[in-house]
């Protein structure tokens, strides 16, 4: 089963608000990817953050990683309708580099 | 289109029968994974290759499923006597890493959605 649980599994916002999704998982992460997946497309790299308390922002989009590198975020400011889909974190588990484990992923709807 | 590719897009088949997906990675890529998604789920990692050889394979891959990558080019993805539990979106992804233990972004290619009757 998944060993990255995110949080929440659903989200509906009306565009313009904040959304915020979170990945926490069981052992430490060596480092952490966010992608996007489209309804009826594949996933699409968002961003990898690699140092405990990693902070990287893209437009409006701001990524963290924990201290203690079993936690990350993904903050959306003012959505728009384009920011529909749904958002998995991803990663490593400890420091076995060749096994790659996807979160449940967070689905967000964006009501115009 | 230097994108990844994978082949057929959508198998249906009966149970019991074979079927085999390739999978075209980004020309200079030398990793590729194989995972399986299912509705509502995340990608579920299933096996992975750094150039031809296999380093990884998910105990969820039981002895029906076999992946191979000869030349360390495409990768065939090979499930026998298809059960209808192995419905799902096959994904495959491919990346480049120049260091060992270094991850760089994985591409995706569009999938191959099997459905089993």
């Known amino acids: 089963g998944q060993q990255v649980m995110q949080i929440p599994q659903y989200q509906h916002v009306q565009e313009g608000e904040d959304f915020t999704t979170y990945c926490n998982s069981s052992t430490t992460l060596s480092n952490i990817q966010w992608y996007k997946q489209r309804p009826g497309g594949h996933p699409v790299f968002l961003i990898q953050l690699v140092k405990s308390g990693e902070v990287k922002k893209q437009k409006r989009l701001t990524f963290q990683f924990g201290e203690a590198k079993k936690n990350s975020s993904l903050h959306i400011t003012a959505t728009q309708t384009t920011d529909v889909g749904t958002y998995f974190c991803?990663?490593?588990?400890?420091?076995?580099?060749?096994?790659?484990?996807f979160g449940s992923g967070t689905k967000l709807n964006v009501k115009p | 289109d230097t994108g990844v590719s994978q082949n057929p897009r959508h198998k249906i088949t009966k149970r019991g029968q074979n079927v085999t997906f390739r999978c075209d990675p980004i020309s200079e890529h030398n990793r590729l994974y194989w995972y399986r998604q299912t509705l509502g789920q995340g990608p579920e990692f299933l096996t992975y290759?750094?150039?031809?050889?296999?380093?990884?394979k998910s105990r969820l891959l039981s002895d029906r499923f076999s992946a191979e990558r000869p030349k360390g080019s495409f990768s065939t993805l090979e499930i026998q006597r298809t059960e209808q539990g192995d419905s799902a979106m096959y994904l495959c992804?491919?990346?480049?890493?120049?260091?060992?233990?270094?991850?760089?972004?994985?591409?995706f290619g569009p999938g191959t959605r099997l459905t089993v009757l």
């Open positions: 992804a491919s990346s480049l890493a120049r260091l060992a233990g270094a991850y760089n972004e994985q591409f």
């Open positions: 290759f750094q150039n031809e050889a296999q380093l990884e």
């Open positions: 991803a990663g490593p588990l400890g420091y076995n580099f060749n096994k790659f484990y």
